[in-house]
């Protein structure tokens, strides 16, 4: 995913799926994943009827612009794909459930692919600018680490796109990427993070935080459903009090 900054300050990964416009489909949840799906599927699927659309904000994000959100009255919640929402529409995201349930507007940063680190890289520059009102992160597998390049990010994992064997290497070496995604927690409430949790088993292994199991599927069946996320955004809110 290539990234920019916006000037030597603002260090805030912009992410190249900047859907200017309202989009079907999106990531795995392709449109030829869905037809797919459609012959494997009982005849009530909610999908079959139900538009899912996409729309990021100018730095690739699920979310408003950054300048339209006042910051002090909302909630930030970090991510991958899980918190980004693929498969599933805006109003069924963790962040939009969590807004909800709280009453706060709730900023979506979620990103496809991407790792603790890459969320604590981005919490750490938000709050250069930034004072939300409460911060979440929900941690990815530790297998998960970003490349920085020159010009973009590429975010490795156990998938092809691994040209420096940098996830491979997490997997292999196992202890030390627990190790990195203990000290990202650390760091996390050191900067503030209010909330945290996982939908991933193997980092209830890692981490001391909640574990919120998949339970149903989005449209591409292989991300979280409406429930999960309903459960993701109530174990959020009671962490946060609010």
Not at 61 to 66: A, H, I, L, N
Request: net charge positive.
């Amino acid at each position: 995913m290539t990234i920019y900054t916006q000037n030597k300050s603002v260090q805030i990964f912009k992410v190249e799926d900047r859907l200017f416009k309202e989009n079907w489909y999106h990531d795995s949840d392709s449109e030829a994943k869905f037809k797919q799906n459609l012959t494997k599927t009982p005849s009530d699927w909610k999908y079959r009827t139900e538009t899912i659309t996409y729309q990021n904000n100018e730095f690739g994000y699920r979310t408003k612009e950054f300048n339209k959100i006042n910051w002090k009255k909302s909630i930030v919640v970090f991510g991958c794909s899980l918190v980004y929402g693929v498969g599933v529409s805006e109003k069924d995201t963790i962040a939009s459930q969590l807004s909800e349930i709280t009453g706060h507007y709730v900023v979506n940063m979620g990103v496809n692919g991407s790792s603790g680190q890459f969320s604590v890289h981005n919490l750490i520059c938000l709050l250069q600018h930034y004072k939300p009102k409460a911060i979440a992160i929900g941690w990815s597998d530790a297998s998960r680490v970003p490349l920085y390049l020159k010009d973009r990010t590429i975010h490795c994992g156990s998938w092809k796109d691994d040209p420096a064997m940098l996830g491979l290497s997490h997997r292999r070496y196992d202890w030390h990427g627990n190790s990195v995604l203990q000290l990202q927690q650390l760091i996390a409430r050191r900067l503030g993070m209010t909330a945290d949790f996982t939908l991933f088993e193997s980092v209830r292994k890692i981490l001391d935080t909640p574990y919120c199991p998949i339970i149903d599927h989005g449209r591409d069946l292989s991300h979280g459903g409406v429930k999960t996320y309903k459960n993701v955004a109530n174990c959020v809110a009671q962490q946060l009090s609010l």
